[in-house]
């Protein structure tokens, strides 16, 4: 299945010299292509200037014919596919349809490549250079999201692309903060049993990487676009993740931050909660003191609101993006903000 950046991506493509920016600190990236594909993810800061921001190695011309021969090599590949779709059976099909998608895709993204090499590469600045063209030492998380973050605006400021994820890692294989004296990944702190110095610093590393998208949200309202607008107008930043309750690997009820998009209609300033009523009646039961009485564990592993899909939130900000669709995944609703 298509991941939303995805779908965005076929939109704002023909515009930007790149469909979309992939970035995870560690594992795999949140991009899937339309068969099902997971694109690689990139890590190193200064790779990641390299690719959107520096010229090809060798030069123009040689990486026009290495694209060209590419672009034969596929030619063929696809001639051969015409011939065996001829003798295969029904059964075969499926992966035969996936695949040519997969040949098509990589059609597409060799010709975008060789019609942008004429175009020149944005300027960018001595102080943007120095900001974004290095590489963190692994003791230095935060510096690092603020690194990437830096990378994102200027790619969206110099409209290189209009498309981007950022993973702070999977929740198996995420990220220890050794500069703020934690060893532990994120995994290993949720599973905390109710310890006390657990939890401690699971609420340091959380704020952590909320003070960072904070960061990058500051960023955004301070650099202009190419038509002279602060970007965080005309940008959407969703914060989030697919856990709410690591501690039993709860998925349900997600706690999500939306910023951002102002010029494209969004309205913020309010907490939206999808599960205090549902269908006409409340969902979770609320003390005198107005604290929820409900037990957080289950409020989090299970959900309050069987209607309120996080797709649901997805399909506005696709739909926002220009992308003519009225379902997304198990979507039942478009999320009105």
């Not at 998380?141 to 990437?148: L, M, P, Q, S």
């Not at 929820?292 to 797709?311: E, V």
């Amino acid at each position: 299945m298509i991941s939303v950046d995805q779908k965005m991506a076929e939109i704002t493509a023909k515009h930007t010299r790149y469909p979309s920016m992939e970035v995870a600190l560690t594992g795999e990236s949140l991009g899937w292509t339309a068969d099902g594909v997971r694109l690689p993810a990139m890590r190193l800061c200064s790779e990641i200037f390299a690719s959107l921001f520096e010229g090809p190695k060798g030069g123009v011309a040689a990486q026009r014919r290495s694209l060209r021969r590419k672009g034969s090599v596929l030619d063929a590949n696809l001639a051969e596919v015409r011939r065996l779709e001829q003798a295969i059976g029904a059964a075969d099909k499926g992966r035969m349809d996936q695949y040519l998608t997969s040949v098509r895709e990589a059609e597409i993204r060799t010709r975008r490549a060789d019609a942008w090499l004429d175009s020149p590469l944005p300027v960018v600045s001595e102080a943007d250079r120095k900001r974004t063209n290095r590489d963190i030492a692994a003791v230095m998380a935060g510096d690092y999201f603020r690194t990437v973050y830096d990378l994102i605006v200027l790619a969206f400021q110099t409209d290189v692309t209009r498309v981007a994820t950022f993973s702070l890692g999977g929740e198996g294989d995420a990220f220890s903060i050794p500069e703020i004296g934690i060893t532990e990944s994120r995994h290993q702190l949720s599973h905390h049993g109710g310890d006390a110095g657990h939890m401690e610093k699971l609420t340091n590393y959380d704020t952590i990487a909320i003070e960072q998208f904070s960061y990058f949200l500051t960023r955004l309202a301070e650099t202009k676009d190419l038509n002279g607008q602060p970007l965080i107008g005309s940008t959407m930043a969703l914060f989030g993740s697919g856990m709410s309750y690591g501690h039993s690997h709860g998925n349900a009820n997600l706690p999500l931050v939306l910023a951002g998009g102002s010029d494209i209609g969004l309205k913020h300033g309010s907490h939206v909660d999808f599960n205090k009523t549902a269908k006409g009646f409340q969902c979770y039961a609320l003390g005198a003191d107005g604290a929820l009485s409900t037990a957080h564990y289950q409020l989090c592993s299970r959900p309050a609101n069987a209607d309120a899909h996080m797709s649901n939130q997805l399909l506005m900000m696709a739909q926002r993006m220009g992308v003519e669709i009225d379902k997304f995944g198990d979507s039942n609703t478009v999320v009105e903000l």
